[in-house]
């Protein structure tokens, strides 16, 4: 497997470009996420990811963003899922609503729903966060967690559960700047982390991470910090920890976004995510090419077989 496997990329246009059917197809990235501007109808749609699988020697992840409500990317052509408070007094119709959706996506193609949101609905919420929570109790969010996920699971499509270790409690938004959480240690493990140990529980193959310090854990940014990381590991996850998209505001002007991608891999994610920037692509593949003896010093064989792992079982 190339070290292309460690990117997930966005596309720009409802088609690949010249340029970018290069890219997928010399470095073998991971996978694409799909935004509204890649499916005008589900026909279109439906052809490029067709397009996507012909230039990918490896199967790739093709995801998105479907959480319910605002975060519904391309929500016209599939089945419409409601904001998640919508389903506090309704589990099976979240976990029902959840199989349709997924069933739709298995015959357009997406085998992967960067959701469910895990975070806790703390007061004041996190300003990236309004419609997007569940709940503030955590063994209610924990709760719609595995509805979510045991829905999506029998339609075939893979869950990401989101933001580890929990962006409830921080202050800013990260599309814009960096968010900081100042919660005790002993909060985050009682009521924070609850969600996503109850969506490993569940079976999720993915956890996202953001870029938000958690004063408990590090004073790095989250999706720099291999404490964090590793406390994933610690909950049991076997799976894929995937970063935040890197074009995000509060991580884009730190440093080129190659030595973003390569000191996320190296803090333990096995795959990067950048949604914008497509220009850049070739000269973050080239850079993880030139580096790939400091990937290997942290993790990247490892990493290969994670994803491997996790792709021999896609649909």
Do not use: W
Not at 160 to 176: E, M, T, V, Y
């Amino acid at each position: 497997m190339t070290v292309g496997q460690r990117l997930i990329v966005g596309i720009d246009k409802p088609h690949l470009t010249d340029p970018l059917k290069s890219i997928i197809s010399k470095y073998q990235v991971g996978g694409v996420i799909l935004f509204d501007r890649n499916g005008p109808d589900r026909r279109q749609l439906k052809k490029l990811i067709t397009e996507i699988r012909s230039n990918c020697a490896i199967r790739p992840f093709v995801a998105i963003d479907y959480e319910g409500g605002r975060v519904s990317r391309l929500k016209g052509l599939f089945p419409s899922l409601d904001f998640p408070s919508a389903y506090i007094d309704n589990p099976n119709k979240l976990k029902d609503d959840c199989r349709q959706v997924a069933e739709s996506f298995g015959e357009a193609g997406i085998n992967v729903n960067f959701a469910p949101v895990a975070d806790l609905s703390y007061s004041p919420l996190n300003p990236a966060l309004k419609d997007r929570t569940f709940a503030f109790e955590p063994e209610s969010v924990a709760e719609y967690c595995r509805n979510f996920i045991e829905g999506f699971k029998m339609g075939d499509v893979l869950c990401c559960a989101k933001h580890f270790p929990g962006l409830g409690s921080a202050i800013n938004d990260p599309h814009i700047q960096t968010a900081i959480s100042c919660i005790a240690a002993e909060r985050l493990r009682q009521c924070d982390l609850a969600p996503f140990k109850a969506a490993v529980a569940a079976g999720v193959k993915m956890l996202m991470t953001t870029h938000m310090i958690m004063t408990a854990l590090s004073d790095k940014i989250v999706t720099f910090a291999p404490e964090v990381t590793g406390l994933a590991r610690e909950l049991g996850f076997e799976g894929l920890l995937i970063t935040d998209d890197l074009s995000m505001g509060a991580v884009r002007d730190k440093r080129p976004l190659e030595k973003l991608v390569l000191d996320s891999l190296c803090a333990g994610h096995d795959i990067a995510l950048v949604c914008h920037d497509h220009e850049k692509y070739p000269g973050v593949l080239d850079y993880l090419e030139t580096n790939l003896d400091i990937l290997e010093e942290h993790g990247h064989r490892q990493a290969l077989a994670r994803i491997e792992n996790v792709k021999k079982n896609l649909p």
